[in-house]
């Protein structure tokens, strides 16, 4: 129904800075076009990319690319989709973009605006293996309807160290979790030894933060943070 994930946008006060930090962690860049006429650049493991925004040029937002955008908006508008914004037109690289029901950003393009990257790091970035987009959902079982009607298949995972439901895709996967332990929108890597992981980007000039929600503390998870806000979990999630 969205189409085929392109990155997560983000919202990037100094995307020189956000750059060199993803590029520390392991993450390859990839060649952007010229769809938009602000700073932008994207970086990725070769499981997620991150689309860098510079600040004010666009919220934060899960964006998918679905050719033939102008025709597919009735299908969306059908299942209750309300557009928040909308740039469509025969001259103008066609947009819309609404929030799911806890204020999410999900933002469709008409076709992709970076080229892929063939050349990726063998053992993936430092942070581990990329499992999903983690989003805090004060009512879970709606928010996986309404994932679901969008075309995801939500699965429960509540017996996994880290507790959630997962709406996966075949191009990226969505985890809803309790605001008590994920309090804002957050990446998630799978790592047998977050510890390991640490020292080791610690060694890189990374520090964890202490500012862990003691519900999160508790799943062994540990938490580092990019120059724009992102929080990146990284635990053991076997």
């Known amino acids: 129904m969205l189409g085929r994930f392109l990155e997560l946008s983000l919202p990037t006060p100094d995307v020189r800075a956000s750059l060199e930090f993803y590029l520390k962690l392991g993450f390859a860049q990839a060649d952007v076009g010229e769809a938009w006429p602000h700073a932008y650049a994207v970086v990725t493991d070769g499981r997620i990319c991150l689309g860098l925004h510079a600040d004010g040029a666009t919220d934060w937002s899960l964006t998918f690319v679905k050719p033939g955008l102008l025709q597919q908006l009735s299908a969306l508008e059908a299942l209750g989709v309300e557009f928040e914004s909308r740039r469509l ?44 987009v983690a989003l805090p959902e004060p009512h879970i079982d709606a928010a996986k309807a309404y994932w679901e009607k969008l075309g995801f298949v939500g699965m429960d995972e509540s017996e996994k160290p880290l507790p959630h439901v997962c709406c996966t895709s075949d191009s990226i996967d969505i985890g809803l979790h309790d605001p008590v332990r994920i309090a804002r929108p957050a990446l998630l890597f799978d790592a047998d030894h977050p510890e390991q992981r640490l020292a080791a980007l610690a060694a890189r000039g990374i520090e964890a933060t202490a500012k862990l929600p003691p519900a999160l503390r508790q799943t062994g998870a540990r938490m580092i943070v990019a120059p724009e806000g992102t929080p990146i979990l990284i635990a053991n999630m076997g």
Request: charged share 20%; aromatic share 12%.
């Open 89 to 132: 037109g025969n001259d103008v690289f066609n947009e819309v973009g609404w929030r799911d029901p806890a204020g999410h950003g999900i933002r469709l393009v008409e076709a992709r605006t970076f080229s892929p990257v063939n050349t990726l790091p063998a053992a993936g970035s430092a942070c581990g293996y990329f499992l999903e």
